[in-house]
């Protein structure tokens, strides 16, 4: 996908969450859907168009690494304010309420992931997913700002293997970024967390077959309230969200990379009506299947 495709901040796409004006974006003030591979961009290019000052909005399907080099300001993350200083790190999952007030003259870099993108990296077995799933500030490091300068520089070429290194590259960035932020946390070996890792391999295992929460929670021995609570402690979100997100992303990742009709794509995903397939598709993306589809290749 050429650089002018390339997704960024604001979408209109659709939202449920019940947070007064706040607004789904893709990337500020752009209304496309999928990136390339990653998108980079630095902090002050899109903030100095909005006077420093991003409001708080969410992205229904990007996953964001801020990493300030000089000045600061503060993140407004979930609703906790947090101050930003040089070298500091920030960490916005998919779907994640967040806005930003720079210092003007801030200098640092934004790098953007879609979740199909972090999908292909994360294993459920390895824990990352949990850690990257809060909103959180965390201090960078040297070995954070060499990697992100590689990945700007790889973006900005057009050379061979350009998508392989740069997902490379993203993999790389995000194992940093947990480990950073599980230095700030003090480590997630707990019960509830082992139980949130347990349900991701599950999940990974058997998002195909339609399993309910009762079925991911009998395979655990809980119960479905306490899965439940386990999710929200992990992420913020319902385990029968996050199911639904995960066939979401397989139905894009279909959608984006083959020629299947969508019709074969809703049977595969265990869907045995393609119309409900669209229906529930259209509702969490705000677009139909074939909208989707038409929206990547400039509505052929």
């Not at 639904?244 to 990742?253: M, P, S, V």
């Amino acid at each position: 996908m050429e650089a002018s495709a390339i997704v960024l901040y604001y979408s209109n796409m659709r939202t449920t969450a019940p947070i007064p004006a706040i607004r789904v974006y893709n990337l500020f003030g752009e209304a496309s859907d999928l990136p390339d591979v990653v998108h980079c961009e630095t902090i002050a290019s899109r903030s100095v168009l909005h006077d420093w000052n991003l409001a708080v909005h969410r992205h229904a399907r990007l996953h964001q690494v801020l990493l300030i080099e000089r000045g600061g300001g503060e993140a407004t993350l979930d609703g906790r304010v947090v101050p930003l200083k040089p070298m500091q790190v920030v960490n916005v999952p998919v779907g994640h309420v967040h806005g930003f007030r720079f210092i003007p003259g801030t200098q640092g870099w934004v790098l953007t992931i879609a979740a199909e993108i972090l999908d292909e990296a994360l294993l459920a077995a390895e824990g990352l997913r949990g850690v990257l799933s809060r909103s959180a500030v965390a201090r960078g490091t040297a070995q954070i700002r060499a990697t992100m300068k590689q990945i700007f520089a790889e973006h900005a070429a057009r050379d061979f293997g350009r998508a392989h290194v740069l997902r490379a590259l993203s993999a790389a960035m995000i194992g940093l970024v947990a480990r950073a932020l599980t230095g700030e946390s003090g480590g997630v070996g707990n019960a509830e967390s082992n139980l949130f890792r347990r349900f991701e391999a599950l999940l990974e295992q058997h998002h195909l077959e339609r399993w309910t929460v009762a079925d991911y929670a009998k395979a655990l021995a809980i119960t479905p309230t306490h899965l439940n609570r386990v999710t929200r402690a992990a992420t913020g979100d319902t385990a029968s969200h996050l199911i639904l997100n995960r066939l979401i992303r397989e139905a894009r990742r279909n959608l984006v990379y083959t020629n299947l009709p969508v019709s074969t794509i809703a049977y595969a995903l265990g869907f045995e009506d393609p119309a409900y397939f669209s229906r529930i598709y259209s509702a969490a993306t705000g677009l139909s299947p074939r909208a989707f589809r038409a929206q990547l290749h400039g509505g052929d």
